[in-house]
Protein backbone atom coordinates (compact mmCIF):
# COMPACT_ATOMS: atom_id res chain seq x y z
CA UNK A 1 0.00 0.00 0.00
CA UNK A 2 2.70 2.29 0.81
CA UNK A 3 4.77 1.49 -2.69
CA UNK A 4 1.21 2.51 -4.15
CA UNK A 5 1.19 6.03 -2.28
CA UNK A 6 4.81 6.84 -3.20
CA UNK A 7 4.39 5.71 -6.88
CA UNK A 8 4.24 8.77 -9.57
CA UNK A 9 0.61 7.38 -10.53
CA UNK A 10 -0.74 8.41 -7.41
CA UNK A 11 0.88 11.74 -7.47
CA UNK A 12 -0.56 12.08 -10.89
CA UNK A 13 -4.24 10.91 -9.68
CA UNK A 14 -4.05 13.12 -7.04
CA UNK A 15 -3.50 16.48 -9.17
CA UNK A 16 -6.18 14.99 -12.00
CA UNK A 17 -8.67 14.67 -9.20
CA UNK A 18 -7.68 18.43 -7.88
CA UNK A 19 -8.43 19.82 -10.84
CA UNK A 20 -11.67 17.89 -11.34
CA UNK A 21 -12.35 19.50 -8.15
CA UNK A 22 -11.47 22.85 -8.66
CA UNK A 23 -13.29 23.00 -12.14
CA UNK A 24 -16.03 21.68 -9.98
CA UNK A 25 -16.18 24.05 -7.54
CA UNK A 26 -15.40 26.88 -9.75
CA UNK A 27 -18.90 25.29 -12.02
CA UNK A 28 -20.53 25.85 -8.81
CA UNK A 29 -19.92 29.46 -7.86
CA UNK A 30 -20.23 30.33 -10.89
CA UNK A 31 -24.24 28.76 -11.05
CA UNK A 32 -24.44 29.89 -7.57
CA UNK A 33 -23.22 33.72 -7.77
CA UNK A 34 -25.90 33.96 -10.76
CA UNK A 35 -28.59 32.80 -9.01
CA UNK A 36 -27.85 35.50 -6.21
CA UNK A 37 -27.40 38.46 -8.35
CA UNK A 38 -31.04 37.62 -10.02
CA UNK A 39 -32.78 37.64 -6.52
CA UNK A 40 -34.65 40.87 -5.95
CA UNK A 41 -33.56 40.29 -2.30
CA UNK A 42 -29.95 40.52 -2.85
CA UNK A 43 -28.05 43.72 -1.12
CA UNK A 44 -27.07 44.84 -4.18
CA UNK A 45 -29.79 47.93 -5.33
CA UNK A 46 -29.75 48.06 -9.13
CA UNK A 47 -31.93 47.49 -11.49
CA UNK A 48 -32.71 44.43 -13.73
CA UNK A 49 -30.59 45.20 -16.59
CA UNK A 50 -27.40 45.84 -13.78
CA UNK A 51 -27.86 42.41 -12.33
CA UNK A 52 -27.73 40.69 -15.82
CA UNK A 53 -24.29 42.45 -16.22
CA UNK A 54 -23.06 41.90 -13.18
CA UNK A 55 -23.87 38.49 -12.99
CA UNK A 56 -22.81 37.79 -15.82
CA UNK A 57 -19.18 39.54 -15.34
CA UNK A 58 -18.90 37.87 -11.83
CA UNK A 59 -19.30 34.30 -13.54
CA UNK A 60 -16.84 35.02 -16.45
CA UNK A 61 -14.23 36.35 -13.54
CA UNK A 62 -14.82 33.07 -11.25
CA UNK A 63 -14.73 31.62 -14.55
CA UNK A 64 -10.98 32.51 -15.71
CA UNK A 65 -9.23 32.40 -12.47
CA UNK A 66 -10.66 28.70 -11.83
CA UNK A 67 -9.40 27.54 -15.10
CA UNK A 68 -6.09 29.53 -14.83
CA UNK A 69 -5.51 27.85 -11.01
CA UNK A 70 -6.35 24.46 -12.37
CA UNK A 71 -3.76 24.83 -15.58
CA UNK A 72 -1.22 25.95 -13.29
CA UNK A 73 -1.48 22.87 -10.96
CA UNK A 74 0.04 21.06 -13.69
CA UNK A 75 3.95 21.65 -13.55
CA UNK A 76 4.07 21.14 -17.56
CA UNK A 77 1.29 23.62 -18.27
CA UNK A 78 2.20 26.30 -15.50
CA UNK A 79 4.19 28.17 -17.79
CA UNK A 80 1.48 29.32 -20.00
CA UNK A 81 -0.63 29.67 -17.27
CA UNK A 82 1.41 32.56 -16.29
CA UNK A 83 1.32 33.95 -19.94
CA UNK A 84 -2.41 33.89 -19.76
CA UNK A 85 -2.53 35.87 -17.17
CA UNK A 86 0.14 38.22 -18.73
CA UNK A 87 -1.43 38.30 -21.75
CA UNK A 88 -5.00 38.58 -20.31
CA UNK A 89 -3.67 41.63 -18.42
CA UNK A 90 -2.29 43.11 -21.85
CA UNK A 91 -5.30 42.68 -23.98
CA UNK A 92 -7.57 43.95 -20.87
CA UNK A 93 -5.58 46.97 -20.84
CA UNK A 94 -6.09 47.71 -24.66
CA UNK A 95 -9.69 47.36 -24.39
CA UNK A 96 -10.04 49.02 -21.41
CA UNK A 97 -8.13 52.11 -23.35
CA UNK A 98 -9.97 52.57 -26.33
CA UNK A 99 -12.90 51.91 -23.98
CA UNK A 100 -12.16 54.92 -21.71
CA UNK A 101 -10.77 56.87 -24.81
CA UNK A 102 -14.77 57.54 -25.53
CA UNK A 103 -15.98 57.27 -21.99
CA UNK A 104 -13.73 60.13 -20.80
CA UNK A 105 -14.28 62.28 -24.17
CA UNK A 106 -18.29 61.74 -23.04
CA UNK A 107 -17.90 62.63 -18.93
CA UNK A 108 -15.71 65.54 -20.23
CA UNK A 109 -18.56 66.44 -22.79
CA UNK A 110 -20.70 66.30 -20.07
CA UNK A 111 -18.80 68.55 -17.17
CA UNK A 112 -18.76 70.83 -19.65
CA UNK A 113 -22.37 70.75 -20.57
CA UNK A 114 -23.32 71.10 -17.00
CA UNK A 115 -21.00 73.83 -16.72
CA UNK A 116 -21.71 76.31 -19.64
CA UNK A 117 -25.36 74.75 -19.84
CA UNK A 118 -25.78 75.51 -23.99
CA UNK A 119 -28.80 72.99 -22.95
CA UNK A 120 -31.21 72.32 -19.74
CA UNK A 121 -32.99 70.09 -18.29
CA UNK A 122 -36.75 70.85 -19.55
CA UNK A 123 -35.25 73.05 -22.11
CA UNK A 124 -37.14 72.67 -25.77
CA UNK A 125 -34.16 72.26 -28.45
CA UNK A 126 -33.78 70.86 -32.54
CA UNK A 127 -30.95 69.10 -33.48
CA UNK A 128 -30.30 70.67 -37.05
CA UNK A 129 -28.71 66.96 -38.53
CA UNK A 130 -32.71 65.48 -37.16
CA UNK A 131 -34.68 68.98 -37.34
CA UNK A 132 -36.96 67.78 -34.56
CA UNK A 133 -38.36 69.36 -32.15
CA UNK A 134 -37.75 67.65 -28.67
CA UNK A 135 -37.24 68.38 -24.84
CA UNK A 136 -34.60 67.81 -22.68
CA UNK A 137 -35.20 65.52 -19.92
CA UNK A 138 -31.76 64.37 -18.18
CA UNK A 139 -27.88 64.95 -18.48
CA UNK A 140 -25.66 62.07 -16.86
CA UNK A 141 -22.16 61.78 -17.55
CA UNK A 142 -22.40 59.48 -20.32
CA UNK A 143 -25.34 60.87 -22.42
CA UNK A 144 -28.42 63.27 -23.05
CA UNK A 145 -31.47 61.61 -22.72
CA UNK A 146 -34.06 64.10 -25.24
CA UNK A 147 -38.16 63.56 -25.66
CA UNK A 148 -39.84 63.67 -28.60
CA UNK A 149 -43.45 65.04 -28.91
CA UNK A 150 -44.46 61.60 -29.25
CA UNK A 151 -43.22 60.46 -26.24
CA UNK A 152 -40.17 58.28 -27.24
CA UNK A 153 -36.64 59.15 -26.00
CA UNK A 154 -33.58 60.06 -28.07
CA UNK A 155 -30.07 58.80 -26.23
CA UNK A 156 -27.06 60.97 -27.27
CA UNK A 157 -23.74 60.28 -25.74
CA UNK A 158 -22.49 63.95 -24.80
CA UNK A 159 -19.58 64.02 -27.07
CA UNK A 160 -21.83 63.96 -29.65
CA UNK A 161 -24.29 66.39 -28.83
CA UNK A 162 -21.64 68.84 -27.58
CA UNK A 163 -20.57 68.91 -31.26
CA UNK A 164 -23.60 69.32 -32.49
CA UNK A 165 -25.57 72.44 -33.86
CA UNK A 166 -28.55 73.07 -31.87
CA UNK A 167 -31.39 75.56 -31.08
CA UNK A 168 -32.39 76.01 -28.22
CA UNK A 169 -35.67 77.79 -27.56
CA UNK A 170 -35.63 78.46 -24.16
CA UNK A 171 -32.02 79.75 -23.56
CA UNK A 172 -31.55 83.27 -22.54
CA UNK A 173 -35.36 84.73 -23.66
CA UNK A 174 -38.31 82.02 -24.24
CA UNK A 175 -40.58 84.91 -26.07
CA UNK A 176 -41.34 83.83 -29.18
CA UNK A 177 -42.23 85.73 -32.76
CA UNK A 178 -45.18 83.53 -34.04
CA UNK A 179 -45.01 83.58 -38.04
CA UNK A 180 -49.01 83.19 -39.11
CA UNK A 181 -49.26 82.94 -43.06
CA UNK A 182 -52.38 82.31 -44.96
CA UNK A 183 -53.23 82.91 -48.50
CA UNK A 184 -55.90 84.80 -50.53
CA UNK A 185 -57.16 84.80 -53.66
CA UNK A 186 -56.33 87.85 -56.28
CA UNK A 187 -59.44 89.60 -56.25
CA UNK A 188 -60.50 89.67 -52.43
CA UNK A 189 -59.99 93.04 -50.62
CA UNK A 190 -56.06 92.82 -49.26
CA UNK A 191 -56.93 95.42 -47.17
CA UNK A 192 -59.90 93.98 -45.62
CA UNK A 193 -58.21 90.50 -45.13
CA UNK A 194 -55.10 91.98 -43.34
CA UNK A 195 -57.20 94.12 -40.28
CA UNK A 196 -58.94 90.67 -40.07
CA UNK A 197 -56.16 89.26 -39.12
CA UNK A 198 -54.60 91.84 -37.13
CA UNK A 199 -57.35 91.66 -34.66
CA UNK A 200 -58.21 87.73 -34.60
CA UNK A 201 -54.52 87.80 -33.06
CA UNK A 202 -54.90 90.81 -30.93
CA UNK A 203 -58.14 89.05 -29.26
CA UNK A 204 -56.49 85.70 -28.73
CA UNK A 205 -55.45 85.50 -25.32
CA UNK A 206 -52.20 84.05 -25.69
CA UNK A 207 -50.95 87.58 -27.66
CA UNK A 208 -48.41 89.35 -26.07
CA UNK A 209 -47.99 93.13 -26.50
CA UNK A 210 -43.86 92.90 -26.84
CA UNK A 211 -43.52 97.16 -27.81
CA UNK A 212 -40.79 99.22 -26.43
CA UNK A 213 -41.72 102.27 -24.75
CA UNK A 214 -40.65 104.32 -27.01
CA UNK A 215 -42.51 102.10 -29.89
CA UNK A 216 -45.84 102.36 -27.94
CA UNK A 217 -45.27 106.20 -27.98
CA UNK A 218 -45.02 106.29 -31.55
CA UNK A 219 -48.13 104.43 -32.07
CA UNK A 220 -46.42 101.16 -33.86
CA UNK A 221 -48.60 98.30 -34.20
CA UNK A 222 -48.34 95.57 -32.16
CA UNK A 223 -48.62 93.30 -34.91
CA UNK A 224 -47.66 93.59 -38.29
CA UNK A 225 -49.15 92.22 -41.49
CA UNK A 226 -47.38 92.08 -44.07
CA UNK A 227 -48.12 90.96 -48.06
CA UNK A 228 -44.96 88.63 -48.22
CA UNK A 229 -45.66 87.43 -51.81
CA UNK A 230 -47.66 86.69 -54.98
CA UNK A 231 -47.94 82.99 -55.47
CA UNK A 232 -49.50 81.20 -58.26
CA UNK A 233 -52.85 80.77 -56.62
CA UNK A 234 -52.82 83.50 -54.18
CA UNK A 235 -51.23 86.72 -52.46
CA UNK A 236 -49.53 85.35 -49.28
CA UNK A 237 -50.10 86.66 -46.08
CA UNK A 238 -47.97 86.78 -43.18
CA UNK A 239 -48.52 88.30 -39.24
CA UNK A 240 -45.74 88.60 -36.66
CA UNK A 241 -47.29 88.27 -33.33
CA UNK A 242 -45.40 87.76 -30.22
CA UNK A 243 -46.02 84.73 -27.48
CA UNK A 244 -44.63 83.96 -24.29
CA UNK A 245 -42.80 80.66 -25.46
CA UNK A 246 -42.52 78.07 -27.78
CA UNK A 247 -45.42 75.80 -27.13
CA UNK A 248 -48.10 78.74 -26.81
CA UNK A 249 -46.60 79.83 -29.85
CA UNK A 250 -48.13 76.33 -31.29
CA UNK A 251 -51.12 76.53 -29.54
CA UNK A 252 -52.09 80.43 -30.84
CA UNK A 253 -51.17 79.12 -34.49
CA UNK A 254 -53.46 76.79 -34.38
CA UNK A 255 -56.53 78.78 -32.73
CA UNK A 256 -55.95 81.19 -35.31
CA UNK A 257 -56.47 78.69 -38.35
CA UNK A 258 -59.97 78.08 -36.96
CA UNK A 259 -60.92 81.92 -36.07
CA UNK A 260 -59.46 83.93 -38.94
CA UNK A 261 -60.91 81.09 -41.71
CA UNK A 262 -64.47 81.57 -39.78
CA UNK A 263 -64.13 85.22 -40.36
CA UNK A 264 -63.08 84.79 -43.77
CA UNK A 265 -66.04 83.18 -44.66
CA UNK A 266 -68.09 85.62 -42.79
CA UNK A 267 -67.07 88.29 -44.81
CA UNK A 268 -66.90 86.55 -48.16
CA UNK A 269 -62.80 86.62 -48.82
CA UNK A 270 -61.57 83.21 -50.11
CA UNK A 271 -58.97 81.43 -49.47
CA UNK A 272 -57.49 80.07 -52.78
CA UNK A 273 -57.42 76.49 -53.82
CA UNK A 274 -56.36 75.01 -57.56
CA UNK A 275 -58.81 74.60 -60.33
CA UNK A 276 -58.97 71.80 -62.49
CA UNK A 277 -60.64 71.65 -66.28
CA UNK A 278 -62.22 68.55 -66.95
CA UNK A 279 -62.81 68.08 -71.12
CA UNK A 280 -64.94 65.10 -71.90
CA UNK A 281 -65.05 63.79 -75.49
CA UNK A 282 -68.20 62.04 -77.48
CA UNK A 283 -67.60 58.98 -78.32
CA UNK A 284 -63.93 58.59 -78.88
CA UNK A 285 -63.94 61.14 -81.62
CA UNK A 286 -62.10 64.74 -81.46
CA UNK A 287 -64.99 66.39 -80.84
CA UNK A 288 -65.64 68.17 -77.63
CA UNK A 289 -68.48 67.62 -75.72
CA UNK A 290 -68.64 69.63 -72.41
CA UNK A 291 -65.84 71.39 -70.05
CA UNK A 292 -66.29 71.67 -66.58
CA UNK A 293 -64.24 73.33 -63.73
CA UNK A 294 -64.36 71.52 -60.61
CA UNK A 295 -62.05 72.37 -57.58
Given at each position: ??N ?5 YW?T ?7 V?VL?V ?16 T??K?D??Q????S ?7 Y ?6 A ?5 TLRG??TS ?6 G ?6 G ?6 F ?5 G??I?L ?12 M ?7 V ?8 V ?9 I???S ?9 S???D ?13 D ?9 I ?13 R?EE ?8 I ?10 S???R??IWV????T?F???C?LN ?14 P??Y??L??K ?7 EE ?5
Amino acid sequence: MSNLFDSPYWETIVRISTIVLVLMVTLFFGKIVKRLMLKKQTFVKVDTTQYKFLSHFLAGVIYFVGIIFAIYMIPTLRGLATSWIFAGSGVMAIVVGFASKHAFANIVSGIFIALYKPIRIGDRVKLMSWEHVTVVEDITLRHTVLRTFENRRIIIPNSIISNEILENSNIVDEKVLKFFEIGISYDADLEKAMAIIKAEAMNHPDFMDNRSEEQIKNNDEPIKVRLISFGDFSLNLRAYIWVKDPSTAFNLGCDLNKSVKKRFDEEGIEIPFPYRTLVFKKNGQGGKEEEKIIP
